[in-house]
């Protein structure tokens, strides 16, 4: 029997938030009472998201929608949210698996987590329940990026990834239509592998177009560039056969600080000769000749030993992500094959008296910085290498000074006064005027400990 007690409440503020939004004039509040809004309105839309999910799951779990003639609890979802089919499905999905995490269900009914962030969680925590409450506690402390990469690596450890490699493998396409203004549109679903050597070879040329417009004085976005890659490198390849220089190799890094043994490597790992040469000519630089494309892969140690993952370790490709343990050791078989920490050298140790930064310091900086170190900033392309104490002030080349900047942040910091810190694993950003009220933390909850 409906507690109409509640539902009369529920309409009260409903009807409160109506009046409200309705007489809102955004023109006449002042930035920092604006931003105090909009807290007050995210927190009030994840309440309300968290109702909408524990009453999802009842409305399905009682038939409701069979009495109100839909075809599904999707359906029903789908027509009262005003949303998609897939939407709704995904919404349902979330709202059952909650029942088997209270940690997760506690979090939402708190307002902690938003949907999309309970959707994340679930999905991971579900299959393996040991981590719901570091998933939850990780939702707080990162962006919604990290988050998912984190969850994915949960999911890596509790699912067979070959099976689903072999999945995604089976269902591979590219499917490519012309919109309504003649343009040619493509879509794809690839293993993450052939992915991330696509993208690989499309990042390295598409960095000579952004160069090659620099210089000329022309502003065009990054995507631009991107799609002149993948043009030159099919128009330079022929039927079946990548240019000579785009080859996607493979770089395989270990744990940071950690000596790593080639000699329990996988067969064929040897380092080969580097093509460095470059050509430009025509309306842009051609991909014929230019440097490898290389494909990232970063693998525990024990892991690729051991031939699969256990709890907390990591075999993926960054700003991809998780790949087999089998896949990291065929990749391997014809990879440029580069370990982080060899023959007992500590990269931590590693201190260069110039600004030059030494090779195994911008290895494990690159593996430790995946994304610009601000917190809430997911900026993977064109980081900046930044000396956190200036080297001008005397600060070292070294890991334990160095951060990997987008180039906004990198500009507040340099020109702007604003700081940097970090505390043991965590990154701070604060402004440039010391009596400020507090850090400004942007679109994260202030904090993000390394990821990695």
Known sequence: MMNFMTFDSLQRVADDLRGIVGALEPGCIEGADASR????????????AA??????????????????GHRSAAAHLAEATGTGLGTAIDALETARRLEALPATEEAVRAGKLSEVQARE?????????????????AAGEGSLNVLRLRCRRVRATAEDQNATYESIRRSRYLRHWTDTEGAVRLDARLTPDEGARILAAVKRVSARFAEQARKSGRLEPAAAH?????????????????PSGTRAGVTMTGEPGRRVNRGTMPRGSDVPSDDRGTTTGGDGPRPGAGPQAVVHVRVDHEALVRGHLEAGEVCEIPGVGPIPVATARRLAEDAILHVLVTDGVNV????????????????????RDQTCVVPGCDARDRLE?????PFASGGPTSLDNLAMLCHWHHYLKTHQGYRLSRDGGTWWWSPPDPTAPGPVLGPGQGRRPDDG
């Open 51 to 68: 109702g909408k999910l524990l009453m999802a799951r009842r409305v399905e779990s009682s038939n409701a929608w069979r009495r109100s």
């Open 385 to 389: 290498i930044d000396h956190v104490v």
């Open 121 to 137: 969680i679930t999905g991971a925590a579900i299959l393996r329940p040991a981590a719901e409450r570091e998933l939850v506690e």
């Open 37 to 48: 809004l909009l807290g007050c309105f995210v927190e009030i839309e994840r309440l309300a």
């Open 226 to 242: 991107a799609a002149d890659a993948l043009a030159a490198i099919v128009g330079h390849c022929g039927a079946d056969v990548m």
């Open 348 to 367: 931590r140790a590693v201190v260069n008296a110039g600004r030059s930064i030494p090779a195994p310091v911008r290895a494990a900086l690159v593996e």
